[in-house]
């Protein structure tokens, strides 16, 4: 059967939901409390570094020739390598399930699910997620597209309609501090763009070819996601408040009113969160799980890792600790990863290039 099932479209969307919930929501809360006031200067300085990466990771897949990174690993690398890529690379998007997951709840039961319990909530959501992962690329792709252009309007919606309690005053002055806060906001801002590199494990379900241009555009959306609400979060509540809050962004809605009687608007949030939190975790989850399974017939491989996430998120872990360890160990351990695997596999690329002049592998 043939599995290229989705079009460039797709990857582009699939990048800009995906990547885009994690910035626009865990990313956040993280560059603030890094860069306090100058945070929205660390994500304007990251612009560079995002379009040098992404033209860094558009060169791979050319490189990679429509392959995905483990079928290439497997012809041009030793089987230690690819083994060791394999194990990490699905550790990673299952790790990354599990942070969406948690956040997801932590994020619902501060504010609409106080009084139902935990497990009734992550049954009903994952139940949703494990369809879209079953079904496969082809529908989560479908339904990121059909999400995105609601996702969208709430976007502009909730942005807009703010206009009247925003004082861009707030956002001055900068380097207040000094520029170690700066410098300190674009390691985090960074973190977020590093993942642009997860759409080389998608390239084998690609009917046609991607386009440095769009892929650079996808990438200057997501500096929008996060600059946007970023200094939406600081003109609204100013640098001292903004940096105490879990979701800066969505705190937004609450100000949100038309007159006098169009007020707590914030449930438009839920679907702006649930449809970007269910592409994301869908689409860890299928990806790992294609990692880890070496025939499609292993559906239970994907039901073992939904139960696994499930089980973990349902551990008691307090939300303050929770976020400390996505500030601390999470971003930073994780961009160190992408980082060191774009470098090894540029350099087996490099090798690839030299031995077939020789007529010869690694």
Known sequence: MDQKVIQALHIYVLIIMNTGFMVHVLLIPNILTASQRDAWISVIISVVPCIVWTLFIFYIYKKLDKEDIISFLK????PFVTYIFTIAFGLYF???AFITIKFTVIWAKANYTHD???????????????????????????????FLPVVTFFGIFVGLGNTSNKNYELLFPIFESGYHNTLNGILYTSAGYLEIIVFLFLTPYLKNK???KWLLMA?????????????GAIAEF????????RNPAYEQWKLLRFGYYITRLDFLSIFQWLSGAMIRI???LFIGYKLISNSKHQKWILLSLYLLIVIGTLIHWDADSFLNFIYKYFFPISSLFLLSAAIILLF???KKGKGKGKGETL
């Open 94 to 96: 299952i790790i990354n």
């Open 348 to 350: 087996i690329i490099i």
């Open 238 to 245: 100013g640098s001292v408040e903004a940096v105490k809050m």
């Open 116 to 146: 139902i319990p935990n497990i009734v909530v992550v049954s009903l959501f994952t139940f949703i997620c494990i369809f879209a992962s079953y079904k496969g690329i082809r529908t989560i792709s479908t339904l990121a597209l059909l």
């Open 282 to 284: 869908s689409l860890c």
């Open 75 to 78: 012809k041009w690398s030793t």
């Open 210 to 212: 991607l386009k440095a």
């Open 219 to 231: 990438g200057i959306i997501l500096i929008m996601l996060t600059l946007g609400p970023l200094m």
